[in-house]
């Protein structure tokens, strides 16, 4: 495996992680105490959509219906073989009775192809028809809502109906990245089914086998900078982010006067041809970090290293400061680098002003 051969979740057999969830669903599968709508949270690229899949092919193969009875044992886990006809027509997109609704996938001359910054709401309004008609194999109809929170207001009501008034043998799973963004009156009518961080080893070991070249205390810092997120990890070892952070490390050092030519330099890889994926990269790094600074700064101990000498440059750029300034910086640069997303504006011009934001707050 590596991060270019990676499959997407629709058509990953494997889930790292999370058993404690697949118990949860399939007893609820099992014991015939199915919702008709459930809620899968929790950080990006820890699994939840895998999950979802996962769980989509085991109901659409009428494997709920063929296991166990009074007496059997029963399927122990949600997983079908790769070579069943549902897992490959899930994987193909080809599958009758399931409906996925995602970001598009969009191309632009100066960045290249990238999601959608929302779900449309014409893909959105395709669930209820969806559900209401016959499943086309005589078992569920199922829709996959991936980070739903990205919905807008008409498409958050168009969902909202449906759940109010739920067709039969019909299930829609909502993912989400940020669960709290959902209108309360969805959440209150989904199974809450919360997915946590992945331990570090795991992450790890996902790690090792992605890029077994790669030297153990790399793939260690590369893992606790993921956080746990498989996702996350071997996104940042496909745009080398290892390497990216630590040049952003050496920018931070040089505060409140870092080194102008190379604040420059950075702002011209981001903004050619081709450095959308790094300025995305770029920009969360650098959030990441100064999330991090609040906290220690909060709890009055700095996190761990992820390559040395953080918590001395933590100590010396937040130790003499008040959280409340720590906390204006980080979210200055967040609205920042958001409004340059929203807006498409020119990325160097971002990374000028954010350490210039950077320099000030620190200065003094």
């Given at each position: 495996m590596s991060p ?8 990953r057999?494997d889930?790292v992680g999370?058993?404690a969830?697949?118990r ?8 015939h105490?199915l919702p008709?709508a459930?809620l899968?949270a929790?950080?990006p690229?820890i699994g ?7 769980f ?26 790769p070579?069943?006809p549902?897992f ?5 997109g ?7 609704v ?13 999601r959608a910054r929302d779900?449309?709401i ?6 209820a ?8 194999e005589?078992?569920?109809r ?7 929170e990205r919905?807008?207001r008409?498409g958050?009501?168009a969902?909202l109906?449906?759940l109010?008034e ?5 299930l829609?799973?909502l ?12 959440r209150s ?7 946590s961080p992945?331990?570090?080893?795991r ?6 086998e992605?890029?077994?070249d790669m ?7 590369l893992?606790r900078?993921?956080e ?6 071997l996104?940042?070892l ?9 040049a952003?490390?050496d920018?931070?050092?040089?505060l409140p006067?870092?080194d ?9 890889r981001l903004?050619g041809?081709g450095g959308?994926?790094?300025w995305?990269?770029?920009?969360e ?6 999330e991090r ?11 761990a290293?992820?390559v ?7 100590d010396?750029l937040g130790?003499r ?7 204006a ?5 967040g609205h ?7 807006a ?5 011009q971002?990374?000028l ?10 200065r003094?």
């Amino acid at each position: 495996m590596s991060p270019e051969t990676l499959p997407p979740p629709r058509a990953r057999a494997d889930l790292v992680g999370h058993e404690a969830a697949e118990r949860d669903l399939l007893a609820a599968v099992l014991g015939h105490r199915l919702p008709h709508a459930w809620l899968f949270a929790g950080p990006p690229g820890i699994g939840k959509a895998t999950l979802a899949f996962r769980f989509a092919r085991f109901l659409l193969s009428g494997e709920a219906e063929a296991g166990g009875g009074l007496f059997g044992a029963g399927p122990e886990s949600l997983a079908i073989p790769p070579d069943h006809p549902t897992f490959r027509r899930v994987a193909s997109g080809g599958h009758a009775d399931l409906l996925t609704v995602e970001r598009p996938v969009v191309e632009s001359k100066d960045k290249g192809e990238r999601r959608a910054r929302d779900l449309p709401i014409e893909a959105v309004r395709r669930i209820a028809p969806f559900l209401r008609m016959t499943p086309a194999e005589g078992g569920w109809r199922v829709v996959i809502l991936d980070e739903a929170e990205r919905m807008n207001r008409h498409g958050a009501n168009a969902v909202l109906k449906v759940l109010e008034e739920p067709p039969a043998r019909a299930l829609i799973i909502l993912v989400a990245n940020n669960p709290g963004a959902l209108l309360p009156t969805i959440r209150s009518r989904c199974r809450l089914l919360r997915l946590s961080p992945l331990p570090e080893a795991r992450v790890a070991a996902v790690l090792a086998e992605a890029a077994p070249d790669m030297p153990e205390a790399d793939r260690r810092a590369l893992a606790r900078l993921a956080e746990g997120s498989i996702g996350r990890a071997l996104g940042l070892l496909r745009e080398d982010g290892l390497a990216l952070y630590r040049a952003l490390l050496d920018l931070l050092a040089g505060l409140p006067d870092p080194d102008p030519l190379v604040v420059h330099a950075l702002g011209d890889r981001l903004s050619g041809p081709g450095g959308e994926q790094a300025w995305q990269t770029m920009t969360e790094l650098l959030q990441g970090w100064l999330e991090r600074l609040v906290r220690g700064a909060a709890r009055g101990a700095w996190p761990a290293d992820i390559v040395g000498g953080e918590a001395a440059l933590m100590d010396r750029l937040g130790g003499r400061r008040s959280l409340d300034r720590l906390l204006a910086l980080w979210d200055k640069t967040g609205h920042l680098f958001a409004r340059t997303d929203g807006a498409n504006l020119d990325r160097k011009q971002a990374v000028l002003a954010a350490f210039a934001t950077l320099s000030a707050g620190f200065r003094g």
